[in-house]
């Protein structure tokens, strides 16, 4: 074996002999003897003195095998009792294994050299290339499990070579333990009646418990195959205790109890709908279960109708395809707007802030927050890229008023302004990444946030309060309700009340889309206000250029699906025709959902998107990291072209209408 161990580990010279003798020969036939005679005496000293460096070499490598051997295989019995083996790290020639190893891959000692990648086709070594000791990945071998553990060592020849030894921890036992472990940890899970209140609103005893009856069947039959623990815990939460080697049975079926419970119809023919939150991977039942909690909250705030796991990195998604149902409570509302003013009346400065290129919707409800503020006797500063906003003309108008001066103020300038007695007062978002001036948002510690949007899993957190209200038409229509419970209507200027009324008609298509009792209920008091929908209706006209280009983008939109409108721009366009554009693709015969892409000058794709139909159009940008709602949303994707977009975009509507 060292013989053969030896001539691996050598360099052929042979070949580079043969060439010298030829340019002997060649001088001889030319005739030029004293050249030929020189080369040959030059290859002959070469010979001998690489004769004696081999016998040399030989000698040192022979004794360094000999003490590897002795060592690996040193037991009682002369067999090591790990399986191991010997390689070279250049190529993965096999130099030596012992008899475990052979036993276990069939590897035989031979004349015909075999490499590790023969014998362990799946095995890679790049690991102990790059310095590390132990194996990233298991390998299976006759049916059993082993860790690998290796180290380099330099073999004590002339030419260094770099040899590589692995060892196999035979972990079957230990593996199967930690399986079981890791299947049987368990899952904690809190099934909530969304809209409990709604079904049982104005029903007889009898009625309530007929319902509750088929409610509670409905979450039993979901849960006997888990052979869980299932308790309610109140009339309309139910907890569910399982183990985790279900769970993934759950997840590939989505969830079926979410449409189940839509069979399940009140009196009035309401459908019931639930939401289940599950806590995965807590190291105590405590933590578990607040994770199940932090799921529902999520689910609440997307909506409803969806499974939300939360595990200690991320939250996973399922269901939430339907369109919210408003479940809204008007108590809340009235609480927030107490919370509210009690956290101005304390501050020093107030900042609100929207999202980066602000619409009427954010400047709407900054402006009636500023109001807030003005009852309070605070100082109400409106965070704002005043160059870069889709609400040019409405700041304007309110700039002209005594009041608002000085009130609109750059990111920079309000970040020199904060002190520890600050907050900040977030609208029309609930996401970080989408806030105007995001070191403003780190730099004050009492944050509130007011918003409609579904939340998406990077939400701020934490806030002291939050209004967040996914079946709200528009952050405006929430602010609205605030001031009417906090502020008289002496204290709100006309131009406010155009501004929450602007914010409203923008986000609802001037009453034609997500619109409820309270979002009417809400224009009415602004109307009482001194707000015009005529005057709003002159905020959103375009000039005639514009209007000839919204209708450019139109003439891009191609057909998906019968019954999507997809325009993907090749130029960059203004993001107000954008949305606008979307917009009116809806106006179409037969088209329910419509997506509008661009370019922009920051090496990214702008998409907006609307949906009148079943298409969930949040669902479908959530995985290019967009948000909004299911009738409308958008996203910004940096650092793609518009046709990879284009392709994630397709291949998200895909897997929305075939999950």
């Not at 399986?83 to 036993?103: C, K, Q, T, Y």
């Not at 030419?159 to 692995?166: A, D, F, P, S």
């Not at 807590?282 to 199940?292: M, P, Q």
Request: include cysteine.
């Amino acid at each position: 074996m060292r013989k053969r161990l030896s001539g691996m580990l050598r360099p052929g010279m042979g070949l580079y002999f043969i060439v010298m003798a030829l340019f002997c020969l060649a001088a001889l036939v030319r005739r030029h003897y004293w050249l030929a005679a020189a080369e040959t005496a030059v290859t002959m000293v070469l010979f001998v003195l690489y004769l004696m460096s081999r016998a040399r070499r030989n000698r040192k490598l022979q004794q360094y095998v000999q003490t590897v051997e002795n060592t690996l295989e040193f037991t009682s019995r002369g067999e090591a009792p790990l399986p191991a083996v010997m390689i070279r790290l250049g190529d993965g020639g096999i130099v030596w294994g012992n008899h475990r190893f052979s036993e276990l891959t069939g590897y035989a000692d031979s004349m015909m050299e075999q490499t590790l990648k023969e014998v362990l086709p799946d095995f890679s070594v790049d690991w102990l290339s790059s310095g590390k000791t132990e194996s990233p990945r298991d390998v299976t071998m006759a049916g059993r499990r082993y860790r690998v553990y290796g180290s380099v060592i330099r073999a004590e020849d002339t030419y260094g070579t770099i040899l590589g030894v692995l060892y196999f921890s035979d972990l079957t036992e230990l593996y199967q333990v930690r399986d079981e472990y890791i299947r049987s940890r368990p899952v904690v899970a809190i099934i909530l009646i969304d809209n409990y209140e709604e079904l049982t609103k104005n029903l007889t005893e009898s009625a309530i418990s007929s319902l509750n009856a088929k409610l509670g069947d409905a979450i039993t039959e979901w849960t006997e195959p888990f052979q869980g623990l299932l308790r309610k815990l109140e009339r309309n939460r139910y907890l569910f205790i399982f183990e985790k080697r279900d769970l993934k049975r759950a997840m590939d079926e989505k969830f079926p109890l979410l449409e189940t419970v839509h069979e399940i119809l009140n009196p009035t023919g309401l459908p019931a709908s639930i939401s289940i939150g599950l806590g995965v991977d807590g190291e105590t039942f405590d933590e578990a279960y607040s994770f199940a909690a932090l799921g529902i909250e999520m689910a609440l705030s997307r909506g409803g109708d969806q499974a939300v796991i939360k595990d200690r990195i991320n939250f996973s998604f399922y269901g939430g395809r339907n369109r919210e149902a408003d479940y809204r409570s008007k108590v809340r509302s009235r609480v927030t707007a107490n919370s509210l003013m009690e956290l101005i009346a304390q501050s020093d400065r107030v900042f609100i802030m929207g999202h980066q290129n602000a619409d009427l919707d954010a400047v709407g409800a900054a402006v009636g927050i500023c109001c807030l503020c003005r009852k309070q006797g605070r100082k109400a500063h409106i965070v704002i890229d005043l160059e870069h906003n889709a609400a040019q003309n409405l700041i304007a108008e309110i700039r002209q008023e005594e009041k608002y001066k000085d009130v609109f103020i750059s990111g920079e300038d309000a970040f020199l302004m904060v002190d520890n007695r600050s907050i900040l007062v977030v609208v029309d978002t609930n996401r970080p990444d989408q806030v105007e001036f995001k070191p403003l948002l780190e730099a004050v510690s009492k944050v509130c946030v007011v918003d409609h949007h579904r939340r998406a899993a990077d939400y701020i957190n934490p806030v002291v309060v939050n209004l967040h209200e996914p079946y709200a038409s528009s952050a405006s229509e929430l602010v609205t309700e605030l001031v009417l419970y906090a502020a008289e209507s002496s204290d709100v200027l006309p131009v406010e009340a155009k501004a929450l009324m602007a914010g409203i008609c923008l986000d609802t298509k001037f009453f034609n889309v997500r619109t409820g009792e309270r979002t009417f209920e809400a224009a009415a008091a602004l109307r009482r206000l001194g707000a015009d929908t005529t005057e709003v209706k002159l905020l959103l006209q375009n000039d005639f250029q514009d209007t000839m280009a919204k209708y450019q983008i139109i003439q891009e939109a191609r057909l998906y699906r019968d019954e999507i409108a997809i325009a993907a721009l090749s130029s960059p366009t203004n993001r107000i025709l954008a949305a606008q554009a979307a917009d009116e693709l809806l106006n179409i015969s037969g088209i329910t959902a419509s997506f509008v892409m661009y370019p922009d000058e920051d090496d990214q794709v702008i998409i907006s998107a609307r949906s009148i139909g079943s298409a969930n159009v949040q669902m479908i940008l959530e995985p290019l990291g967009g948000g909004g709602n299911a009738a409308t949303a958008g996203a910004q994707i940096k650092f793609a072209t518009v046709q990879e977009t284009l392709d994630r975009l397709v291949e998200s509507i895909d897997k929305f209408y075939e999950g």
